[in-house]
């Protein structure tokens, strides 16, 4: 089992939908998780991080953490075509190493 | 504040020569990752330093690949001799403080070997 996975994509969503992106890791031990957004060519920039379980909003982002699922979602309100990117999971494990999913490439069609 | 710095932007390079990219951390940060991003295999770390001492090198590939941190504000990526398979763009990355801080990533290095 990889130590993070994520939806394989591509995911394409209509302009003004709520794009949902979910990641799944392996270590239970896990504190800290982040939504990283690496547009074509470009390199990643934090976008979203969460420590505790719950809902985390930030303007039209959400993050929602859920340990006992070993589960991480992102969710964008209102999609916008400036949002098609690839989004990458990281994960900070219990050895204190950030690991990335393989990323999940979001369209948003207008 | 300027950012991470890596350098060169762009390496094209043929199989057997040595390859060494650079990196400046931003200032203050005491964390320094160094990451492979290729299609097949996604953003691999390869290195973490903190404090300039190595901490994690389980993710370098081999023997051709090291990796040094002389200072804080310096640090570089070997590869001898090079092969095509090491074709792919390698990130530098620094952060402040350990934990779960922000890691900043540079524009990163296109490598092509030939």
């Known amino acids: 089992q990889k130590e993070v996975e994520q939806n394989s994509g591509p995911l394409s969503v209509p302009e003004g939908a709520i794009a949902s992106l979910n990641c799944t890791y392996s270590d239970r031990g896990s504190q800290s998780f982040f939504w990283y957004r690496q547009y074509s060519g470009k390199s990643p920039e934090l976008i979203m991080f969460?420590?505790?379980?719950g809902d985390k909003e930030d303007g039209r982002f959400t993050a929602q953490l859920n340990k006992a699922s070993q589960y991480v979602s992102l969710l964008i309100r209102d999609s916008q075509p400036s949002d098609s990117a690839t989004y990458l999971c990281a994960v900070r494990t219990s050895y204190d190493k950030v690991i990335f999913g393989p990323g999940t490439s979001l369209s948003v069609i207008p | 504040d300027a950012g991470v710095i890596q350098s060169p932007r762009h390496e094209v390079t043929e199989m057997g020569q040595e390859v060494t990219l650079r990196c400046k951390p931003i200032s203050g940060h005491n964390s320094l990752f160094w990451y492979r991003q290729t299609m097949m295999r996604g953003l691999e770390l390869l290195i973490y330093f903190n404090n300039n001492v190595p901490i994690d090198d389980s993710g370098m590939p081999e023997d051709r690949f090291s990796a040094k941190m002389p200072n804080a504000s310096f640090s570089t990526l070997k590869i001898q001799p090079s092969e095509p398979r090491d074709s792919a763009v390698y990130f530098c990355?620094?952060?402040?403080?350990?934990?779960?801080?922000?890691?900043?990533f540079g524009p990163g290095t296109r490598l092509t070997v030939t």
């Open positions: 990355a620094s952060r402040k403080g350990q934990g779960g801080y922000e890691q900043y």
């Open positions: 969460i420590y505790s379980n």
